[in-house]
């Protein structure tokens, strides 16, 4: 049998609950271990709208778990400034482990410098941030081991993109047709089942 992808997604004051919550709720459909992490030092994250989540663990402790994929939602560009988190996503690229992040937060990986010559998009207004893109107007945009996206509008198809990486067209499709919502292919194309 198959092991389960793990998956950590952090949470830091005034994350965006939309991008956080539907990217966990997705993953954790497709079968995927998602834990949320808080950079905090407190179990308790207030989000951008007022929506505490509780946290499944503190990051230090699994700063050294070997995830298949750290996922960053937006919401604030405070995660730029958590050098433990940037010191994690430069050791997880230098290790080809898939890295993800929507809205503000793809600024984590202009800070962290992995970005170079690589496609990515962001919220709009925010491009300056990520240092060496080559920027795209894609919804979702897959460079490698590195997904990007624009913002809470495209939570869904991110979040889709990412179940696809992690367990495979199939599951995510299944997922996506639950949600009856298509996916999108690396074109920004949809597909229906």
Known sequence: MKAMPKAALFLID?????EALTTVDILRRGEVDVMTVSLTGN????????????ADVLFENVRDVPFDMLVIPG???DYTEHDGLLDLVRRSDKAGRELAAICAAPAVFGRAGILQDRRAVCYPGME???T????????????GHITTSQGPATAMFFALRLLEILQGKEIAQKVSDAFLVPLIDARNEAHEA
């Open 14 to 18: 005034n994350f965006e609950e939309t």
């Open 43 to 54: 179990d308790m994250v207030m989000g951008k709208h007022g929506i505490p989540v509780r």
């Open 75 to 77: 919401g604030t560009t």
């Open 128 to 130: 300056s941030w990520l």
């Open 132 to 143: 060496g893109a080559q920027i795209t107007g894609n919804i979702v945009e897959t460079d």
